[in-house]
């Protein structure tokens, strides 16, 4: 049920997003209002989703040294390195969105 229910949302928003891209007969420039809702929407996704990531990635890290003390070192390389992996998409999807909007 939530599949379709998924499925019917998707095509719905497909359905609106449709006419706000299609050729006008002005050439008069215009401002497109859904350039900036699209913008905050996946800055927050992107937001959102990466602190998600993070926190499972540091509550994994706090597990397994809890349960192995004498491998910190290498579970705390492993850590900064992921968490400036997800923090790097964060700003990758940052600087895309501003390109965007210019």
Do not use: D, H
């Amino acid at each position: 049920m939530r599949k379709l229910t998924f499925l019917f949302l998707v095509i719905a928003i497909l359905a609106i997003a449709s006419p706000v891209y299609a050729q006008g007969g002005t050439t008069a420039p215009t401002f497109n209002w859904s350039i900036p809702i699209g913008v905050g929407i996946g800055m927050g996704l992107a937001s959102g989703l990466a602190g998600i990531g993070q926190g499972r990635v540091a509550a994994a890290v706090a597990e397994s040294i809890a349960r192995n003390p004498g491998a910190r070192a290498g579970i705390q390389l492993a850590l900064f390195i992921g968490l400036a992996f997800i923090e790097s998409l964060v700003l990758f999807a940052w600087v895309l969105l501003l390109l965007r909007t210019a």
